[in-house]
């Protein structure tokens, strides 16, 4: 079982529309969670961080976390053609610097 | 600079050869990472640095992938003897560190391709 899961996708929703992208984590003492967005050809950038339960707010970007059922998710509200890329999940856990990344969930948003 | 620069952008070797992979971090960053992304996969760890000192190299698939940053600025990762496995972005990261908080800043990669 790979430490941060996300489905693949690929992820289709009209333009307008919520999308809503979710990843879960084996390590129980991770402590930081972060979304990345990557173009296809691109580096990963970074869009959200969180750290602590509950609800992050950035625009129309909304970050979830819940550490008991180890659960993390990426809401974009209003979700526009540019939004359309891969979206990482990458979880930081007790001392380690590196982030442990999932593979990614591929979104398209439609026109 | 203003961003993490690397170099070159695309590099092609034939199975066997050496090849040696340069990351210019954001200026004053103290901290380095190497990551390796397959194709449809997310990026993979394979060492870090702090300043000049590799603290962590535990994701260095073998002995024949090296890294450094001996001025505690440029890295360069060596790859000997690559293989066709090698294939691969490799990413490069820096980051100012706050806690254990990595907001990590990512250059362009270098592609390879050994054949």
């Known amino acids: 079982q790979k430490e941060v899961e996300q489905n693949s996708g690929p992820l289709s929703v009209p333009e307008g529309a919520i999308a809503s992208l979710n990843c879960t984590y084996s390590?129980?003492?991770?402590?930081?969670f972060f979304w990345y967005r990557q173009y296809s050809g691109k580096s990963p950038e970074l869009i959200m961080s969180?750290?602590?339960?509950g609800d992050k707010e950035d625009g129309r970007f909304t970050a979830q976390l819940n550490k008991a059922s180890q659960y993390v998710s990426l809401l974009i509200r209003d979700s526009q053609p540019s939004d359309s890329a891969t979206y990482l999940c990458?979880?930081?856990?007790?001392?380690?610097?590196?982030?442990?990344f999932g593979s990614g969930t591929q979104l398209t948003v439609l026109p | 600079g203003a961003g993490v620069s690397q170099s070159p952008r695309y590099k092609v070797a034939k199975r066997g050869q050496d090849v040696a992979l340069r990351c210019d971090p954001i200026s004053g960053h103290v901290s380095l990472f190497w990551y390796q992304q397959a194709l449809g996969q997310g990026p993979e760890f394979l060492t870090y640095?702090?300043?000049?000192?590799?603290?962590?190299k535990s994701g260095l698939p073998s002995d024949r992938f090296f890294a450094e940053r001996p001025e505690g600025s440029v890295s360069t990762l060596k790859i000997q003897r690559t293989q066709q496995e090698d294939s691969a972005v490799y990413l490069c990261?820096?980051?100012?560190?706050?806690?254990?908080?990595?907001?990590?800043?990512f250059g362009s990669g270098t592609q390879l391709s050994v054949l």
């Open positions: 990261a820096s980051s100012l560190p706050t806690g254990t908080n990595e907001k990590l800043f």
């Open positions: 990458a979880v930081a856990s007790g001392s380690a610097r590196q982030l442990t």
């Open positions: 640095f702090q300043n000049e000192a590799q603290l962590d």
């Open positions: 390590d129980r003492v991770s402590q930081s």
């Open positions: 969180i750290y602590s339960n």
